[in-house]
């Protein structure tokens, strides 16, 4: 099992930043892809960013350019950092991990554990 904490959720106006983090623990040797999701009321979860063990990052058309996701292999923790925040970011943010060793998911349901979320919400 692992578990996953995010934080850095909060509220922000339009134009603002805001760097989400998301630790795990447990059995963290079998992590290797790292990704955030979110999702509006009433809107189904999106890909936002997904980062491989070695670096490689994948980015929704929708963030590319305002965001930027990494990770610190050694403390388990990955980040996403929101740049230019619009109304429409708000949602709740989720950070997933998945054990596929050759692959990074940018669909949901490839991802194997999920934190409890962290709400963005940007003010017009």
């Known amino acids: 099992q692992v578990q996953l904490v995010e934080s850095g959720g909060g509220l922000v106006q339009a134009g603002g930043s805001l760097r989400l983090s998301c630790a795990a623990s447990?059995?963290?040797?079998?992590?290797?892809?790292m990704g955030w999701f979110r999702q509006a009321p009433g809107k189904e979860r999106e890909f936002v960013a997904a980062?491989?063990?070695?670096?490689?990052?994948y980015y929704a058309d929708s963030m590319k350019g305002r965001s930027t996701i990494s990770r610190d292999n050694a403390k388990n923790t990955v980040y996403l950092q929101m740049d230019n925040l619009k109304p429409e970011d708000t949602a709740v943010y989720y950070c997933?991990?998945?054990?596929?060793?050759?692959?990074?998911?940018?669909?949901?349901?490839?991802?194997?554990?999920w934190g409890q979320g962290t709400q963005v919400t940007v003010s017009s």
């Open positions: 447990g059995r963290t040797f079998s992590i290797n892809a």
């Open positions: 980062i491989s063990m070695r670096g490689s990052t």
């Open positions: 997933a991990v998945d054990n596929s060793p050759y692959i990074v998911p940018t669909r949901a349901y490839e991802y194997d554990y």
